[in-house]
C-alpha cells in the first residue's frame, strides 16, 4: 500500500514539472505568421534560432516546406520590456558592432537582447532590440531676432527605416547582380536572405 501511494505521489510530482515546464516554454515563446517568399531559414534568422529548433517546435516534419498564413511558434525568449529599449532596423553596412557603437551599448548585450546565436550574421531590414536612448536634457534655444524670424526645431535623430521586403520573380535573363542592382541590395544580401545554394 505505501508503495503504490509513493508510485501515486511520484506520478503527480513528475506530472507537475511537466506542466510547469510547458508553461515555461509557451511564455517563452513568439508567433511569427509566414509571409509570401519567405522560408524556414529566413525566419529562423530573423528571430535568432536554428531551423531545427522551429521545426522541432512546431513538428514540421519537412523543412522546405512551408506556406503563407502559416503560425509558427517560435522558440525563445521573449525580447525585454519596451520600457528599457527601443527596436533598431538594420540598415546596408551595419554590422553589430556600429550599432552596438551607436546606442553606447555592447555587442554582448545586443546579443543577448536578440538571443542571437551567430553575432556575425544580421541581414538589411532585420529588426534588433536595443537600449533605448538616455534622456538628455533639452538645449536652450537662442533668442530670436526679429519676432516674426522662425525658431528652428529640434528633431529626433531616429535611424531611417529600411522598406519592407518585396517579392520578385526571375525574368527571363536576369542575374543576381542585375537583380541587386535594380533594388540597392548586394548580392550576398539576396543570397542570404533567399538561401541560394549557388549565386550563379
Not at 524556414?40 to 529548433?53: C, E, F, H, K, P
Not at 551595419?94 to 546579443?111: E, G, K, M, P
Amino acid at each position: 500500500m505505501r508503495i503504490r501511494r509513493v508510485v501515486i505521489l511520484s506520478a503527480v510530482l513528475l506530472v507537475a514539472l511537466f506542466i510547469a515546464a510547458i508553461s515555461t516554454a509557451q511564455a517563452q515563446q513568439r508567433i511569427h505568421i509566414v509571409q509570401p517568399g519567405e522560408t524556414l531559414s529566413g525566419i529562423a534568422l530573423r528571430y535568432g534560432v536554428t531551423v531545427q529548433q522551429i521545426a522541432a517546435v512546431n513538428n514540421i516534419v519537412n523543412p522546405s516546406l512551408i506556406f503563407v498564413g502559416q503560425r509558427l511558434i517560435i522558440p525563445g525568449p521573449e525580447p525585454p520590456p519596451p520600457g528599457d529599449t527601443t527596436t533598431y532596423t538594420v540598415q546596408r553596412g551595419d554590422n553589430l558592432t556600429i550599432i552596438a557603437r551607436r546606442f553606447n551599448t555592447t555587442v554582448a548585450t545586443l546579443v543577448q537582447l536578440n538571443g542571437l546565436t551567430n553575432p556575425s550574421l544580421i541581414f538589411l531590414g532585420q529588426v534588433l532590440v536595443v537600449p533605448a536612448p538616455a534622456q538628455q536634457t533639452p538645449q536652450p534655444q537662442p533668442t530670436a531676432t526679429s519676432p516674426h524670424q522662425p525658431q528652428p526645431t529640434a528633431t529626433s535623430a531616429q535611424p531611417t527605416p529600411v522598406p519592407e521586403r518585396v517579392t520578385y520573380t526571375v525574368q527571363r535573363g536576369d542575374t543576381l547582380s542585375r537583380i541587386a542592382l535594380r533594388y540597392g541590395v548586394t548580392v550576398q544580401e539576396l543570397v542570404m536572405l533567399n538561401n541560394i545554394a549557388n549565386p550563379n
